[in-house]
């Protein structure tokens, strides 16, 4: 079964923000990648981000998503570099996204 994809628009904002357009089109690329099996890729986020499942997509950076699968959406919100500790680590501001009510999706 393949998913429809939906990327929100701060994840989209978070993708243009990065300089490198390499980076950029690896980042989409893997992201199409998650219309097939998307449960299967990945892995199961815990603690502030639990439902969310993050996968990897160029070196350190993820790509941090939710499926539905009663109508078979895949809604991917946000994408960034893993820089533990680093105000710029896509958890941290994914963390701040939701509780600003920004990711805050409701998926089953």
Do not use: W
């Amino acid at each position: 079964m393949r998913y429809r994809i939906l990327i929100t628009e701060t994840c989209l904002s978070l993708i243009n923000k990065l300089s490198d357009k390499k980076i950029q089109r690896t980042i989409l690329d893997r992201i199409e990648q998650l219309s097939e099996e998307p449960d299967k890729q990945g892995k199961n986020l815990v603690q502030d981000l639990s439902g969310f499942r993050s996968v990897h997509a160029a070196g350190r950076y993820r790509i941090i998503y939710k499926i539905d699968k009663k109508t078979v959406i895949v809604y991917v919100l946000a994408a960034g570099i893993r820089k533990e500790g680093g105000k710029k680590d896509i958890y941290k501001i994914a963390k701040k996204l939701l509780n600003a009510g920004l990711l805050d999706l409701k998926v089953e």
